[in-house]
């Protein structure tokens, strides 16, 4: 784990983080972000802008345009439930609908955000979703000239036209992968602009030692403390696909165990439960100890999101992720990075995880698997809270330069 210290001049920052509500990922890169600052007991102070909350609220004063309020829920709440149910097919006409209301509603947003930072005075603006790009840029610009904006791209590879990154704007964007840096410089970013970093965003808690009697704590789950295991985890809200990934596997007997995390939903916890056969499982719903559960695993199987593959890199844990038609578009390329450096397995349909995991499990590519993670070394919570501080400081030095002239 890194610990370079951060130099910074004494003066405390405000730092506004612009994050989202839809899955769990864009507070999970905040509250990463803010981790890091804690430790390091950098002189930030964050201030956080949650887009849905905003929308909802001009939406209900009908002072923008949603034609989510039609059907009775934010478009927040669909896209949740959309995770939570496995409808995910939906997600190309939900994610063309987005784009549609940001692109109608530009004019308006930048106005009213134009007023909201003039409020806030921010000497940063931290956007970690994806889509408001521009109208971030050119609202921050108008209440506040030379105010830096940095959009941290939270997947392996940007989805445009129009997702995470606009080149048209001199925001700094944070790409996790090579990927991601071919993306922004084809788009015709600046060199300058784009952040390279070794990874996407994992929380410090992911890189801490955990001292513990492993097998003793497979024990107290109700495991056996010796027998290969495999944790299942879909995100914040879960997946009905868990129920047949438990069918499927429940073949391999008391050879494999399971441990399954449903995020916050109690229903597909329940069920899960009650499902139990001859196979040993444990079942939770939301919980912060993720690394912990990581750490008692062998293996993770997983929808190929950018947070939960980044995480199990940093534990070591292979993975078996699926990719089809039905996989949301901005992590089909998460899946692809996964089978290209060969860290996991990639299969079409979980309806055949069973056969997967056999073909997974077996001892040669079990440890090739196991070999290629081990040379990955994601550092990017860290590097961005440096590339961030660099940021802050040099336009605090420019700032500073030209007041100095004034007088």
């Not at 001049?9 to 972000?33: D, R, W």
Request: hydrophobic content about 40%.
């Amino acid at each position: 784990m890194k610990t370079t210290q951060l130099s910074s001049p004494k003066k405390e920052f405000l730092i506004n983080v612009l994050t989202s509500q839809g899955g769990g990922g864009h507070y999970a890169m905040y509250n990463a972000l803010r981790a890091v600052v804690e430790q390091q007991q950098l002189p930030w102070r964050f201030s956080v802008t949650d887009i849905d909350e905003i929308a909802d609220s001009l939406a209900e004063q009908k002072k923008i345009v949603s034609a989510y309020k039609l059907f009775g829920f934010s478009g927040h709440d669909l896209y949740n439930l959309m995770l939570k149910s496995g409808w995910t097919w939906l997600w190309p006409l939900k994610m063309r609908l987005n784009k549609l209301l940001v692109k109608l509603n530009h004019d308006v947003g930048v106005k009213i955000f134009e007023e909201y930072w003039r409020e806030q005075q921010p000497d940063l603006v931290v956007s970690v979703v994806p889509m408001y790009s521009k109208g971030l840029w050119e609202s921050v610009q108008k209440a506040k000239p030379g105010t830096p904006v940095v959009t941290i791209i939270g997947d392996y590879a940007d989805s445009p036209p129009a997702f995470w990154i606009e080149p048209e704007t001199g925001i700094n964007f944070v790409c996790g992968t090579e990927k991601t840096v071919e993306q922004a410089r084809s788009m015709g970013v600046k060199e300058e602009l784009i952040i390279k970093t070794s990874g996407t965003i994992v929380h410090p808690r992911f890189y801490e030692p955990i001292v513990c009697d492993r097998r003793a704590e497979r024990q107290r789950l109700g495991l056996d403390p010796d027998c290969l295991t495999g944790l299942v985890l879909f995100g914040a809200n879960g997946s009905k696909v868990m129920l047949e990934i438990a069918k499927r596997l429940e073949s391999f007997g008391q050879k494999l165990q399971l441990i399954f995390i449903c995020g916050r939903n109690e229903e597909l916890a329940q069920e899960l439960r009650e499902s139990q056969g001859i196979q040993k499982r444990f079942v939770t719903s939301f919980t912060k100890e993720i690394p912990y559960y990581m750490h008692l695993s062998d293996f993770l199987i997983n929808k190929p999101g950018a947070c939960s593959i980044s995480e199990a890199l940093v534990m070591k844990l292979p993975m078996i992720t699926e990719r089809n038609f039905s996989t949301l578009i901005h992590e089909r390329y998460n899946a692809d990075w996964v089978e290209q450096k060969q860290v996991g397995l990639v299969v079409h349909d979980f309806r055949n995880i069973d056969k997967a995991a056999k073909k997974f499990l077996e001892p040669e590519n079990f440890a090739r698997y196991r070999a290629n993670i081990a040379a990955v070394n994601n550092q990017a919570v860290f590097e961005i809270c440096e590339n961030l501080q660099k940021i802050l400081t040099d336009r605090y030095k420019t700032t500073e330069t030209a007041s100095l002239e004034y007088r």
